[in-house]
T-cell receptor, first 115, second 114 residues
């Protein structure tokens, strides 16, 4: 079983739609949960950062972590064509065996928002 | 501007011809790392460095070398490239080592080995 499972998509939605991107993980040592966004021909950039369970909102973006079910979500409200990118879910741990100090990248979900 | 700079952006080479991909960061970050990105496999860590003169293997280190003689530079060396090293490579840095310190990525080097 992979440590991080992410639906690769691709996902295609109309402008203005609510987008839900999801991820599951298997390692209970993960405490930090990040979403990176990667535009075509660019490196990934940090989009959202949360610690432990709960919700975090930043503008049109909401990150949600449920550690009890090992489930991570990113919601995008009022999606825009500029949101078209690959979204990577990235959990990490600072304690515990081979996961120490390590970030584990999901495969990424390709999102296209069409006008 | 705070950034991680990789060079070259594109590289085509032949099997066995040694090459170096350079990486430099201007943020005084302690931690630097190299990743390769392949379709269906995501980002996989090749090598990382916690600080100057301290480097360690990541998940896929075979066929690669690195050095960290200065804080800002972290070159990736392929002594004898093979076609299975054809990939998209990213250098990244963070202020500190550890999962709580977000990574800053360069814009990638697309390597083709024929």
């Amino acid at each position: 079983q992979k440590e991080v499972e992410q639906d690769p998509g691709p996902l295609s939605v109309p402008e203005g739609a609510i987008v839900s991107l999801n991820c599951t993980y298997s390692n209970s040592a993960f405490q930090y949960f990040m979403w990176y966004r990667q535009y075509s021909r660019k490196g990934p950039e940090l989009l959202m950062y949360t610690y432990s369970s709960g919700n975090k909102e930043d503008g049109r973006f909401t990150a949600q972590v449920d550690k009890s079910s090992k489930y991570i979500s990113l919601f995008i409200r009022d999606s825009q064509p500029s949101d078209s990118a690959t979204y990577l879910c990235v959990p990490g741990a600072n304690a515990g065996g081979t996961s120490y100090g390590k970030l584990t990248f999901g495969q990424g979900t390709i999102l296209t928002v069409h006008p | 501007e705070a950034q991680v700079t990789q060079n070259p952006r594109y590289l085509i080479t032949v099997t066995g011809k040694k090459l170096t991909v350079t990486c430099s960061q201007n943020m005084n970050h302690e931690y630097m790392s190299w990743y390769r990105q392949d379709p269906g496999l995501g980002l996989r860590q090749i090598y990382y460095s916690m600080n100057v003169e301290v480097t360690d293997k990541g998940d896929v280190p075979e066929g690669y070398k690195v050095s960290r003689k200065e804080k800002r530079n972290f070159p990736l060396i392929l002594e004898s490239p093979s076609p299975n090293q054809t990939s998209l490579y990213f250098c990244a840095s963070s202020l500190l080592a550890g999962a709580s310190s977000p990574l800053h990525f360069g814009n990638g080097t697309r390597l083709t080995v024929t």
